[in-house]
């Protein structure tokens, strides 16, 4: 039977939180918490938020896709603990 890798990260930005990149990476919120966060962040519309950089916790199958969160305003800051270097 094949194993499921499944993946921590977290993702840092400060426009609309893009939605759609949970359907492309097969994530979801790592925490009951980090959906209340997205819920905020998906409201940011497309002007730079007030408040500064929000981050958020995910979990996917896989690894998470970078050059395309990087897309659309968004960074991998950390991937299982590490932090990524920008």
Not at 4 to 15: D, E, L
Not at 17 to 36: I, K, S
Request: glycine share 8%.
């Amino acid at each position: 039977m094949a194993q499921i890798k499944v993946t921590n990260y977290k993702v840092a930005g400060a426009f609309e939180f893009p939605l759609d990149m949970l359907r492309y990476d097969n994530a979801w919120p790592r925490h009951e918490g980090e959906t209340a966060k997205l819920a905020s962040a998906m409201h940011l519309m497309h002007s730079p938020r007030d408040k500064g950089i929000v981050e958020v916790e995910l979990q996917c199958i896989g690894t998470p896709s970078l050059g395309r969160w990087e897309s659309f305003g968004w960074h991998v800051t950390e991937i299982d603990g590490r932090r990524i270097k920008s």
